[in-house]
């Protein structure tokens, strides 16, 4: 039997059409987040060892902000009406972390990613055969994520001061800006 996007939904859940707009919403204003946060990195970093790593997940993410603005362009989805704010909160966050130094920014972009791959995953799942192409999409991007993750970790993200609060309040405040993003 073939699934179909939203269609076990429960009251209260939104139609396929709304939940369509809120996964293409979100995404791009996350993609658009992650541009903002590397290139928050960067400013303070761009002539240390960190910069290649950090200029080449920054040009992943910007392949990802471009089709996600494809995809909202050919859908008539409406962008976050956040999306100033993520302009300014994803530079502060990126340069604040890069500030504490390497392995803080490094920290930064794994606790991102950790939780950004938990929201594809969801998002994969949700999606029907009715939106193949979309759910590849987010499937090939969620690797992608991961990999900067990987990466992250592999550069000394653990070894970061404070770690565990560091990433737990980074984590927390991706998540919440999931949700927002979705809805505003």
């Not at 993410?61 to 089709?67: C, F, R, S, T």
């Not at 991102?112 to 594809?120: A, C, L, N, S």
């Not at 993750?149 to 737990?168: K, N, W």
């Amino acid at each position: 039997m073939t699934k179909i996007t939203a269609e076990a939904r429960l009251p209260g859940d939104p139609d396929k059409n709304e939940l369509l707009n809120q996964i293409i919403r979100v995404d791009q204003a996350g993609e658009y987040g992650a541009k903002r946060i590397y290139e928050g990195q960067l400013a303070v970093l761009g002539r240390t060892d960190a910069a290649p790593v950090l200029r080449d997940m920054l040009a992943q993410e910007e392949k990802h902000l471009a089709k996600f603005n494809t995809i909202m362009r050919a859908r008539g989805v409406r962008p976050s009406a956040l999306e100033p704010f993520w302009h300014v909160a994803g530079f502060a966050l990126g340069a604040a972390t890069a500030l504490m130094g390497k392995e803080a920014a490094m920290a930064c972009t794994a606790a991102v990613e950790d939780v950004i791959g938990e929201h594809y995953a969801e998002q994969t799942a949700q999606l029907g055969d009715d939106e193949r192409e979309l759910r590849e999409t987010i499937s090939a991007f969620r690797g992608d994520e991961l990999h900067h993750r990987d990466v992250s970790l592999q550069h000394g993200a653990e070894t970061a001061p404070a770690f565990v609060p560091l990433t737990a309040a980074i984590k927390a405040g991706t998540r919440l800006a999931i949700w927002l993003s979705k809805r505003i």
